[in-house]
Structures are given as C-alpha cells and as structure tokens.
C-alpha cells in the first residue's frame, strides 16, 4: 500500500543505495500535481553511471531537467514556479568536494534557500552514516560531512524520510495523523 502523504512545501527523503528513495521522491513530487522540473546533481563520468542515469530519466518520462552539479541554488531559481525535484544531495556534495568548494558555505546557501522557498521542493540525499567507519581519510572526510549536510537539510525542511528496503518512515514531523501506510 502506498503511503498517504500531505503535500510538502519542503522534504528530505534519507535512504541508503537501491532503497527506494528516489522513487518514493518521485511519488511525492507526483502528487503535488503541478509541473515538475528534476534538478540532476550526477555526471555520466563511466559507463555504470550512465545506465544509473539512464534508469532515472526513463523513469521520469517528460519531466524538464536541469543538469546542476555544482550551482544547485541557482538550479533552483531556475524552477519558474514548478515543483523541484533534486536528486541527489550526495553526489552534489562529491562534486563540491571535487572542485574544491566548501561544503558547509554551500549548505548554508541551499538551506537559505528552501526557507524562502516559494514552490515545493523535495530532495534526495543518501544517509551514509550507518555503516562502518572507512578506512582512509578522505572517505571520513565525505562520511562526515554528508553527515553534517543531511542534519543541515533536515533542519530546515518541513518533512523527512527514511526510506529502507522500498519502505518510508516519517522521521519529520513526528506526529501527523493524515500519514499512514
């Protein structure tokens, strides 16, 4: 049975690899009924990638999209009163580690802007923290800052998910009698 969701004016949808949350995104974004522009952080930069990519955009159908991997504020802008669809905030932040930005500065930027956002927008972020610690320091380097971006998102939107194994928990607001699976 698929959950009944009030509409959102923001969301973070959390969930590990092939859990379900960009799809369980999509769903939200659907419901809104209104035209949706997808904001797309990832390169095809091999070959798995591009199938990954690929899957998505098929998916999606007709959805407008908006290639963003770094200025993904500006991407935002550019919605023109469609709903926002962001997928995904990971690999932003690699991309943003990348090119030598810094990650903090550019949460606080995309913070600011879903609170003075005028149209619905759902996010996608990938929650890395609940596996083990990696072994090089770059690897705890990007596990903590996805860490230190996600608790940054979930503070400033009105609804979080956590999506396992294709199931959605509420996690943001707590209580909310109109949410039932």
């Not at 230190?148 to 009698?177: E, H, T, Y």
Request: aromatic share 4%.
């Amino acid at each position: 049975m698929e959950p009944t969701i009030p509409p959102p004016r923001t969301a973070l949808v959390l969930g590990g690899a092939r859990s379900g949350k960009s799809r369980f995104a999509e769903t939200i974004v659907q419901a809104l009924a209104r035209p949706v522009v997808y904001v797309a952080t990832a390169e095809a930069r091999d070959q798995e990638m591009g199938e990954r990519i690929a899957l998505h955009r098929a998916r999606r159908g007709d959805w407008a999209t908006i290639e963003a991997p770094l200025d993904l504020v500006g991407a935002i802008a550019r919605a023109e009163g469609r709903a926002v669809l962001v997928d995904c905030l990971t690999l932003w932040l690699s991309n943003l580690l990348e090119a030598g930005r810094d990650p903090e500065a550019e949460g606080e930027r995309l913070a600011a802007c879903l609170d003075e956002a005028s149209v619905p927008i759902v996010l996608v972020s990938n929650e890395v923290g609940s596996g083990i610690v990696p072994m090089n320091a770059l690897a705890r380097r990007f596990a903590d800052e996805q860490g230190r971006l996600n608790q940054r998102i979930a503070k400033a939107v009105a609804q979080v998910f956590l999506v396992a194994a294709g199931l959605p928990v509420r996690l943001k607001p707590r209580s909310d009698p109109e949410y039932s699976l």
